[in-house]
T-cell receptor, first 114, second 114 residues
């Protein structure tokens, strides 16, 4: 049973436009959410996170929105740039619950077209 | 400073052989995690080490998998009697204590069992 779901395996967006990546979760105990970006042959790199006490967190071109009632979060990238082309993983955890690691989605491959 | 390093980067082994994968975490990071990513799947949590505490092995897929960590440094993940289903990228991550939910990943070891 997948607790973190990214239903779009891939997404193609034109350079300069907004990229919106979606993520849904089922475990109501999750209270901390993260987005990781992964290039081929490299490990995932941390991008941005959000605590369940917030509904929005912004860092430069990246904004994460959290809708707790819908158990849904999204990552917005604006404007999209060619270097943003990568696989994006949504992850969730119970804060302080390191014993369970992070629960990841399957990832969304974002392709930025020139 | 140096990030998380893993070796080997690639390993091809015959079914039934044992393999050992190594992870060097970021210096000072007390928490260390192992994950596995099978083709087309998200990252799957395997095991977690925190300081000198006994590791949480709840994510290990079978008793053929074991892991050790020397103090708060190097960790090795051992897979005995490898099976083709063990083929995956094995990723190691480290973080600062339990509060450090932002985990920093190594580049991974790509294991292929023939």
């Amino acid at each position: 049973d997948q607790q973190v779901k990214q239903n779009s395996p891939s997404l193609s967006v034109q350079e300069g436009r907004i990229s919106i990546l979606n993520c849904d979760y089922t475990n109501s105990m999750f209270d901390y959410f993260l987005w990781y970006k992964k290039y081929p042959a490299e490990g995932p790199t941390f991008l941005i996170s959000i605590s369940s006490i917030k509904d929005k967190n912004e860092d430069g071109r990246f904004t994460v929105f959290l809708n707790k009632s819908a158990k849904h979060l999204s990552l917005h990238i604006v404007p999209s740039q060619p270097g943003d082309s990568a696989v994006y993983f949504c992850a969730a955890t119970v804060s302080g619950g390191g014993a369970d690691g992070l629960t990841f989605g399957k990832g969304t491959h974002l392709i930025i077209q020139p | 400073g140096a990030g998380v390093s893993q070796s080997p980067s690639n390993k091809v082994t015959e079914k039934g052989k044992d393999v050992e994968l190594r992870c060097d975490p970021i210096s000072g990071h007390t928490a260390l995690y192992w994950y596995r990513q099978r083709l087309g799947q998200g990252l799957e949590f395997l095991i977690y080490f925190q300081g000198n505490s006994a590791p949480d092995k709840s994510g290990l897929p079978s008793d053929r998998f074991s892991a050790e960590r020397t103090g708060e440094s190097v960790s090795t993940l051992t897979i005995q009697r490898t099976q083709q289903e063990d083929s995956a990228v094995y990723l190691c991550a480290s973080s600062l204590e339990l509060a450090g939910v932002e985990q920093y990943f190594g580049p991974g070891t790509r294991l292929t069992v023939t």
